[in-house]
């Protein structure tokens, strides 16, 4: 007879000639080799067979007349046990095996095999799953039973290998918040799931996704995880990160805005501080109308009118967490008033010698609520100056400044004149009235005499005041070695106090003498 060998892949019959015998057992080593390579190993009761070209009365069956492998990963394989066994009176020789299907194959001995009467061979079939999806084959056993060709028919399904497909991403949460951890995978079968939080596992945690209870702040940092099994094993995604920051506190108002008194014309400012986690927001309202740009902790308003008195000024702060709104302040707005008065409306100078110089001074001050800009000083009258004030001078409310106006005569005749203060006040021009009278100089002295000391003396000081008994101050420059003494550095219209003192040559003075009094006329 002919003895056939098949080609797991190809289904392809190479006839084997019985001669020579070498060359056979050659080519059967070949093919056993071929069978066995990478496989699992075959147990089985048979011997070897005799080459013969007769038929058997043996007869063959298989311990299951279809094998089915179920779900297997691609890329990996299942095996399962063909059984044949001989229920004949005869020797049975197994010549051949052939199998269909993609991915199936027989793992073992199974050809030129000898299965004597009652004994019973195995090998192994192996589905090794090439694409995702259902796979049908068959396995056809070729011998000399009586049953020569037994088949068995094969069927599974290739499944995807086990895998995580979209890993557990991080995230950012506010204490009591939930945090939500999603996992895909792909794999064979029902797909089980377990997470863990720092590694330990979470009671309950068994879907692909998994929410945490509401956060606190101790969860800061913590790493999240799950495994995921199917039929064929188990695989572990990567760690997720959960962030947890502090709740946010809502604002509140630690220092109110004030209410503000102004003059029209000026700018009024208003301020507010506030607590509360950041970032706080500011909106500035005038009575209730928000104040477009107005959004930081201090707002200044325009110049100001009249039209904006009594109005009220809020602000609102806000943040994540919240808002509140600050008490109303109050905008008093007074109509401008411009007010300069002067201390004196006239200046009289009697008297005053030719050539010298008298000074007298005029306090303006700025009685108002608004500055007072000076924009000129003006004076007339022959002898009259005035000095203190000039144009541009601005006196804020409240303010002064004073003038000085000088007469100086150059004739014995009588002037008169004015000063003139030019402003902004609503009570501008402001003038004083001037006059004077010039006379000839009159030259006026004291003459001074006294006793002569008991004691020997080298000589005189004099001294003067304008005080009584108060504040002496000594007139000669030298000793004077007389009894007299004329001063002539006296003033009109003034009343002078005089001592005089002894000095001895070793200089040592005297106290002062008894006190005299001269007043000089005017002129």
Not at 226 to 231: C, F, M
Request: contains cysteine; neutral net charge; glycine residues 8%.
């Amino acid at each position: 007879m002919k003895l056939h060998t098949y080609d797991r892949a190809h289904d392809i019959a190479i006839p084997i000639q019985r001669k020579p015998f070498l060359l056979l057992t050659i080519l059967l080593t070949l093919i056993v080799a071929v069978s066995l390579s990478g496989c699992v190993g075959v147990a089985g009761a048979g011997t070897p067979a005799k080459t013969s070209n007769s038929s058997s009365s043996g007869t063959l069956a298989a311990n299951a007349t279809s094998f089915s492998f179920g779900n297997v990963a691609v890329g990996s394989n299942a095996a399962q046990t063909l059984t044949l066994t001989n229920t004949g009176t005869a020797t049975i020789t197994v010549s051949g095996a052939s199998v269909t299907g993609t991915g199936f194959s027989v793992v073992g001995g199974s050809t030129s095999v000898s299965i004597a009467a009652g004994q019973n061979h195995s090998f192994q079939i192996q589905f090794a799953p090439q694409a995702v999806g259902p796979v049908t084959g068959s396995i056809s056993v070729i011998s000399n039973a009586t049953n020569s060709t037994l088949g068995v028919s094969l069927s599974g399904t290739g499944i995807s290998s086990l895998s995580i497909t979209t890993q557990p991403a991080n995230q950012s949460v506010t204490s009591g918040q939930t945090a939500n951890f999603t996992v895909a995978a792909t794999g064979g079968g029902t797909l089980t799931y377990q997470w863990k939080g720092n590694g330990t596992p979470i009671v309950g945690a068994t879907s692909s996704s998994y929410t945490s209870p509401n956060t606190t702040v101790s969860d800061n940092g913590k790493q999240f995880m799950v495994a995921v099994t199917d039929s064929n094993g188990i695989v572990m995604s990567n760690n997720a990160t959960l962030t947890v920051t502090a709740s946010p506190v809502a604002p509140s108002i630690t220092t109110q805005p004030a209410s503000q008194s102004i003059t029209a014309g000026q700018t009024a400012t208003f301020s507010v501080a506030a607590n509360g986690s950041a970032t706080l927001a500011y909106q500035w309202k005038k009575n209730g109308t928000p104040i477009s740009g107005a959004t930081a902790a201090l707002y200044t308003t325009p110049a100001t009118t009249t039209s904006d008195n009594s109005a009220l000024f809020t602000v609102t702060v806000t943040n994540s967490a919240g808002s509140v709104t600050s008490n109303a302040a109050t905008l008093t707005v007074n109509a401008a008033t411009f007010v300069l008065n002067s201390s004196k409306t006239s200046l009289s100078y009697s008297s005053v010698n030719i050539g010298s110089t008298s000074n007298q001074s005029v306090t303006f001050s700025n009685t108002g609520n608004s500055n007072v800009t000076v924009s000129n000083v003006s004076i007339s009258g022959a002898g009259f100056t005035a000095s203190g004030v000039s144009s541009g001078l601005i006196l804020t409310p409240g303010q002064s400044t004073t003038l000085i106006v000088s007469f100086t005569p150059s004739s014995t005749t009588s002037v008169t004149g004015s000063v003139t203060v030019t402003s902004n006040a609503k009570n501008s021009p402001a003038t004083i009235s001037l006059s004077g009278t010039g006379v000839q100089q009159v030259s006026h002295s004291v003459t001074l005499n006294w006793t002569a000391s008991t004691s020997t003396v080298s000589g005189y000081d004099v001294y003067r005041s304008t005080v009584s008994s108060w504040s002496y101050a000594k007139v000669n420059s030298s000793l004077d070695t007389t009894t007299s003494y004329v001063d002539s550095s006296v003033q009109a219209g003034q009343m002078y106090f005089y001592v005089a003192t002894s000095v001895n040559s070793s200089s040592v003075e005297s106290a002062f003498s008894t006190e005299v009094s001269a007043t000089i006329p005017t002129p």
